[in-house]
């Protein structure tokens, strides 16, 4: 059919209007592009400031680490402190699950009073200034020898333990057994696993500027009238009250425990913190 | 190893620099035609064209490798452009004109031309939305009945049938105008 009827009325634009939408177009995407590159710029001034102040807190403020470790912990299930690792999870892992070099093992210590720690060794006799009231610092003491280089050979670990009138107890492991004699840590291979269930409430902390992890359940219980003990650390949980708290400074790896349903975690880290 | 250069050659190599003002010339008649048979008013037509114009080449870049994509979008645009103008209400609709001066031998012709153009325009005024659309777009952007069919969602042999209906009840009616 002709149709020529029909297409006959197309007739072009003018070129005035054609030029004119053209600029205004042209115009209008580079004024978009300035919008749009001002904006990413001031998009990335802001994450790079923010990066910054996040980077500066962090090395500032040890809290903020703090509070920056926890959150990573929660999402991963694991807490990872220097030296320290710890397996959360809903359930407390079997043995099974634990690594092998975490077998029980014997510890034999010899049995010194804190005076005798004290003089003998003063890197480990690092008692607090601040405890509990009515909690007595108890007569015996330990000290371990578990490294053997060639003799004779410093003691790397000690145990203090204190007592309160109702029996309840608080003991503190100062231990630089991990490391051998003249290591620093980041010499060694040292490392503390600690597996725990999330009803043990574990906290990230810091003491002193360093970092370390508060829970609850008391994990050992030296009996320091024996001076033998099958020891596991990571498997110990020998009373589900109380409390534990560890962290690590630069060498030594400080242990604290109580079974006092009495000792609050603010308690604890007033102590901790009064460790020199 | 001789090969690792030429993969990275090819990995590195920008896309081809497409030439947009060639597109919008090439595609601004057709859109602008489009507006013409649509709305029947060379004004409104370049307002209208415009508006669709400003709304596509924000995104423009989205089809640099596509750019029979880009035409299709041009014309979706340019349907709700229409559509959108015609939910106005009338008094939102520009009556004014601005009457060009010609010079006086061609005035004539153009008289003839308008002419013919308004009687077009009234016969087109009188078919519904969706044939008028299907005018426009076949006879206005002189788009082929598939690319019609793909944006009107009607299938090819239909918007066929349907043109061919409307071509011939227009013709009779221009005929009959025009004793």
Redesign the interface.
Known sequence: ???D???G?????TAE??QG??A??VD??KA?KKTRDSTWKRVGFAFAALCLALTVLLLVSPAARTAAQQVINDILGKITLPGITVFVSSDRPSPSEFPPELESYEVIWTPLSPDEISSGSSDLARLPAWLPPAYALQGRAALFYQSYPTRPIPPDMAVFQWKSRAGDIIQLMVDKTSCSYEQSLSDCASHTYVAMGINDEPQVITVNGHSGIIFSGMTFVFNLSDPVKQWNPARERLVPQGLTMMWRDDVILFWITTNSPEISRDDLMRLAESIP | MTHQPRILGKLITPSPKVDWEAIYHAELPRLYNFFRYRVGDDRLAEDLTSETFEKAWKNRQRYRHDLAAFSTWLFTIARNVAIDYFRKPPGDIPLDEETDVVAPETLDILVQQHSDYEKLSNLLAGLNDRDRELVALKYGAGLTNRAIASLSGLSESNVGTILYRITRQLRSAWEADHG
Not at chain 1, 9 to 13: G, L, V
């Open positions: 059919m002709d149709d009827f029909l297409s009325f197309r007739q072009p634009p209007f054609a939408l053209l205004r177009l209008e995407e978009r």
